[in-house]
């Protein structure tokens, strides 16, 4: 995006979403701010994301939705919690604020509240005020995308589809960033099954921006879910110079990447992916706490592969995270990895911690989830049992709520690793009723993903075991 072309005061006034300040500086920061959030990108030819919040709060320190953004940015990326980070605490503090002595918009206020309630752990309430601001402000780039990232945090695929499908009209093609929104809509759709279509969708933003990362990632995701591993591969490689510059997705990509060679058994070419790329992403950005998915060493040991010191360069990483407790998707990948790499007190630590937070979880969403017999609670011992080699256990514990776990958030392709557990687990298990289920869940999992080499292989593995199919 050009400097020419990022909007003043009077440029934000044209579009209908006027900011309060007066600072056009302060306004053309916050629309680089905001360019860099949807694209995924950092870019240095803007001063990078911290530069621009940096040099907005100088030219207009009592900007509010200066505030919203940077806090925005904190709270949805899940690194930060204002319940232990004190000054994270306090710059939410200075927002709410600076909003009640001054003459916002209406839709300034509703941001504002909608990042209180996000604070707070209500995701969904958060996610229900930014799609109403986007009932009168269809444009409202920020509203969509904060939306869209809480629907993905909640698992509310149908949500996150049709948050963007009510707003699409409006982009025309030649509004900024449309392209964007349709790679936002490709993903709704691809987590609601509609691969065909959000493959076209896909395509068609990516015909606009070849680097647009998040529709190579509904790309990549669509090939994943339908198995198509060869096309998969394809693609990631024929584009890959289209998409490694993006900074902050790049590495996922990679992510899936290696999920491609796993499907195939190629697991040394996975662990050099990820060891390439992924890795310095979490040993030295330290990203666990948005980035607790990129681990495949669960998915690999369940083959039977010894991924070595990795477990515990990444539990290194993770420990700093364990209080947070912010989504359950990364306490539950916290844990796995406090379980790969045999650290008990870490282990201990974390399941004592969500026994606590679930006595009482007030309007926290995430915390709601690990009320006895929830899903959270669940899986967190769930997978205690299965690396305690206990499926038997496993299988009692997850059968029950296998249809709930969406409700921790994350892609369907990421989620998959549960799958895997119930299913490792029921192969293992010494139960004829959960070999049976391992039968069954291998057929269900065989009409939907025809093909599939890894689902081949765990049916030859439970035809060996109990000579099932
Ligand atoms: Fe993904």
């Known amino acids: 995006m050009a400097a020419t072309s990022l909007r003043d005061c009077k440029a934000w006034q044209d579009v209908g979403m006027a900011l309060s300040t007066t600072s056009n500086e302060a306004c053309k920061l916050f629309d680089a701010t905001l360019y860099q959030y949807v694209t995924w990108t950092n870019d240095k030819t803007m001063g990078g994301i911290e530069g621009c919040l940096q040099k907005m709060k100088a030219a207009d320190p009592n900007f509010v939705m200066g505030h919203v953004i940077s806090n925005g940015l904190d709270l949805i990326g899940t690194g930060r919690s204002p319940l232990l980070d004190k000054e994270f605490e306090r710059d ?4 709410s604020d ?23 752990g209500n995701l969904p309430k958060a996610a229900d ?25 909640l698992g509310q695929k149908t949500q996150m589809r049709d948050s963007i499908s009510r707003i699409l009209p409006y982009w025309t093609p030649n509004t900024p960033l449309s392209s964007y929104v349709k790679g936002m809509y490709s993903f709704g759709l691809l987590e609601t099954n509609f691969y065909d279509q959000a493959l076209k969708v896909a395509k068609e933003a990516l015909a606009t921006d070849q680097k647009d990362c998040w529709s190579v990632h509904t790309v990549a995701h669509v090939y994943e879910m339908k198995a198509d591993v060869e096309e998969g591969l394809s693609f990631v490689k024929q584009t890959e110079n289209n998409w490694k510059g993006g900074d ?6 990679y ?44 998915r690999l ?9 990795r477990w ?32 008990r007190e870490m282990t201990t630590q974390l399941l004592q911690a969500l026994k606590e937070l679930s006595k009482s979880p007030g309007e926290n969403y995430q915390h709601s989830l690990i009320r006895d017999s929830s899903v959270s609670r669940s899986l967190s011992q769930a997978l205690v049992e299965f690396d305690s080699g206990n499926y038997d256990k496993v ?44 039968r069954s869940l291998l057929i269900e999992r065989d009409v939907l993903r025809p093909n599939s080499p890894l689902t081949q292989r765990l049916m030859r593995k439970a035809s060996a075991v109990h000579t099932l199919v």
């Open 92 to 95: 939410l503090k200075v927002m």
């Open 98 to 120: 600076l909003a009640k002595t001054q003459p916002l918009t209406e839709r300034e206020k509703l941001h504002v509240a909608a990042l209180e309630t996000f604070a707070k």
């Open 129 to 153: 005020t930014w799609d109403l601001i986007l009932q009168d402000h269809p444009l409202d780039l920020l509203a969509i995308k904060l939306a869209h990232d809480s629907y993905f945090y």
């Open 248 to 253: 902050m997705l790049a590495c996922h990509v």
């Open 255 to 298: 992510w899936h990447w290696a999920l491609y060679f796993i499907e195939k058994g190629e697991y040394e070419a996975a662990m050099t992916l990820y060891d390439e790329y992924c890795a310095h992403v979490l040993y030295e950005r330290e990203h666990a706490g948005r980035r607790g998915q990129f681990i495949s060493a669960p």
């Open 301 to 309: 040991q369940m083959e039977g592969v010894d991924v070595d010191k």
């Open 312 to 343: 515990d360069k990444l539990v290194q990483v993770t420990k700093k995270h364990r209080d947070d407790h912010i989504l359950m998707f990364n306490d539950l990948h916290f844990l796995m990895s406090s379980l790969g790499s045999k650290d």
């Open 395 to 438: 299988v009692e514990l997850m059968q029950p709520i296998r249809y709930q776990i969406l409700h921790i958030g994350g892609s369907d392709a990421q989620r998959d690793l549960f799958n895997q557990v119930l299913i490792h687990a029921a192969i293992n298990s010494n139960k004829k009723s959960h070999q049976n289920l391992a």
